[in-house]
């Protein structure tokens, strides 16, 4: 386990740059932290790092957005707070996503932890310490 704290947000790409070079070949990524510690605004700088120029926006109500790195690979950014049941994720056919082998980030991923792969997931659990400080434990 690493275990980074930022004490602004200008520190998180280092997160963002930690994340992607302790994947090992994972493609999923589950985040898990209180609303509001920032879970889609570290997304957006993974998604930057990666090279894309899309808007990176929480899929709160769509459940899933796509984005394009600049080599033209998909990475899939899901938001699933707002289901109450396992079968909504079925309804969205998360096995096409989760074992297609591009990248997915998956806030709220407590709500479907049984449905993860186990052998593919990497974990980024944050802390929020204070308004700006936050601590990021990745496994």
Known sequence: ????????????RNVADAILQNLDGRSIVAFYGQMGA???TLIREIVALLGSSDV????????????STEEGEAIYHFDFYRINRLEEAFDLGYEEYFYSGDLCLIEWSEKIGELLPEDDVMTVTIHVNSEVSRTFEIE
């Open 1 to 12: 386990m690493q275990t980074i704290t930022i004490d602004s947000q200008s520190e998180l």
């Open 38 to 40: 920032g879970k889609t």
């Open 56 to 67: 990176v926006t929480s899929p709160t109500f769509a459940l899933v957005n796509q984005y």
